[in-house]
């Protein structure tokens, strides 16, 4: 519903205006005085359209335009005057003022100027906002991807393929969990071009690589001269993903204080921008990811309970390439046809041999490291297919069959065995000896880990 100020020191005046507009169906907030219409106008945060008289005492509607055109350049205003002459509509058009109205005036015209001014009101803010995403996806210069991008044919692929076109069709919070690599992003756009804001910006923040000012900026936005450098006002990115969707990216970097502030943007869909006493709202769904084990930051002490559940409405967690190896050939084949044009077009494909290493290996940057692989295998190789010689050094050993032995006078149960003592031991070094980091790199629960640890006898390695 269209609000709009009404600023008049007539009260006869003021409650007749308010109450055509409201008869139009718009809600209509007034102001007694110039300076209680400034004060209302910034504690309500966005109005569709201002009237005001022009000869106030105190502050005058000259000084009501100017005021209120700083905090909102967009919204249009309209000028009350008794005196209906040519001079007068020009000086108030010199102040910015869309229209003007002369005392006394008939419903049927108030009726008609408002109007008017709510087609302007949408059509600015519409341009701007249009604008500054314009403006946000130059600077990220980056490709569309498609939902096709998401490659796989692995059961736990296909898995991620059913649970994204469901959790497309809903509004809820997602959260995507998954190492770095793993795609987390390509998840978010597709699930943002097969939902219903298909049509709206998809707009995302990267909340690991800002310092904390900066990540409220870009979150929230900032008003001109909020501090030093800020020239001119900034839509954040909640603003920009408005009616659409906006992926936050690592956050599980977001800093204690910014937590809270984050928090009550998803909770009430509504913020104000760093500068700015307005309060602003937005209809816009939150994807956020991490690599991070997010429980285990909450159970530190250093991510908010509240916000985690608040994220947390649909998990989705997105398999390593290690653990999906089936899907490596198809990859392979997706990154020669979409690198190949810029790198080696002569390339058609890539040999059984070179495609065993990389099945082989354990890809601990997953997908992204398979890309970066299969990008400077196709610079330095030659002829129609990639070979072994065109792969990166770390890849031209023997494979992992290759160098396993078996070690004599052992059963094979003692040689698993052995085999799961030894990567308990190399994954509890990884994580710093922390348990639950532990469990979470071997892919089993604590108390399962509990129960190893003890089979095993490990306590004297300071597993205890």
């Known amino acids: 519903m269209p609000v709009i100020l009404i600023i008049d020191d007539n009260e006869t005046i003021r409650e007749g205006l308010a109450h055509t507009i409201r008869r139009m169906g718009h809600e209509s907030i007034v102001a ?25 005492r105190e502050m005058d509607g000259v000084e009501v335009l100017r005021r209120i055109g700083e905090l909102d350049p967009d919204v249009p205003t309209m000028i009350i005057t008794a005196y209906g002459t040519v001079e007068t509509a020009v000086e108030a058009m010199k102040l910015g003022a869309f229209d003007f109205l002369t005392k006394p005036f008939a419903p049927e015209v108030v009726k008609l100027k408002v109007e008017r001014a709510l087609e302007l009101a949408l059509a600015r803010r519409a341009r701007r906002r249009l604008e500054a995403q314009n403006e946000y996806l130059r600077s990220e210069n980056e490709a569309r991807y498609r939902f096709s991008e998401l490659i796989g044919a692995s059961d736990k692929m296909l898995a991620v393929f059913r649970t994204v076109e469901k959790v497309a069709r809903a509004d809820s919070t997602v959260f995507i969990a998954g190492e770095s690599g793993t795609g987390k992003e390509l998840v978010a756009r597709a699930i943002h071009q097969i939902s219903r804001r298909a049509e709206r910006p998809f707009i995302k923040v990267n909340c690991g690589a800002l310092t904390e000012t900066l990540l409220e900026s870009e979150l929230f936005g900032h008003e001109k001269g909020a501090f ?58 939150v994807i956020s990811a991490t690599n991070k084990n997010l429980e285990g930051e909450v ?19 997105l398999p390593p390439l290690r ?18 044009p810029r790198t080696n077009a002569d390339v058609r494909g890539i040999s059984d041999s070179a495609l065993g290493r990389l099945m082989a290996y354990n890809w601990p940057g997953n997908v992204r490291e398979l890309e970066n692989v299969i990008e400077q295998s196709l610079v330095f190789a030659e002829g129609e297919h990639i070979e072994i010689s065109a792969l990166p050094a770390f890849l031209h050993g023997p494979s992992q069959e290759d160098k396993l ?3 004599k006078e052992m059963s094979l149960p003692e040689i698993l065995d052995d085999l799961e003592r030894q990567l308990i031991l190399k994954a509890y070094k990884k994580a710093n000896g922390v348990k639950t980091e532990t469990a979470r790199l071997l892919g089993i629960k604590t108390s399962a880990l509990y129960y190893k640890l003890e089979k095993y006898k490990l306590d004297k390695y300071g597993l205890s």
Request: no cysteine.
């Open 323 to 340: 653990d999906r190896r089936d899907d490596i050939p198809l990859l392979v084949s997706h990154f020669i046809e979409k690198l190949g």
């Open 405 to 407: 032995e078996v070690p």
């Open 299 to 317: 159970a530190a002490g250093r991510f908010r309970q509240d916000l985690y559940y608040r994220l947390h409405i649909i998990p989705l967690q």
């Open 32 to 56: 007694a005085s110039g300076r209680e219409g400034v004060e209302k106008f910034k504690a309500h945060g966005k109005f569709d359209f201002v009237i005001t008289d022009l000869k106030m």
């Open 228 to 285: 030093t450098g800020a020239v001119k006002t900034k839509l954040g990115r909640f603003e920009l993903a408005d009616g659409g969707t906006l992926f936050l990216d690592e956050i599980g970097d977001v800093p204690p204080a910014m937590q809270v502030k984050l928090l009550r943007a998803l909770q009430e869909q509504e913020f104000e921008r760093v500068g700015g006493e307005a309060t602003l709202r937005v209809d816009t769904r």
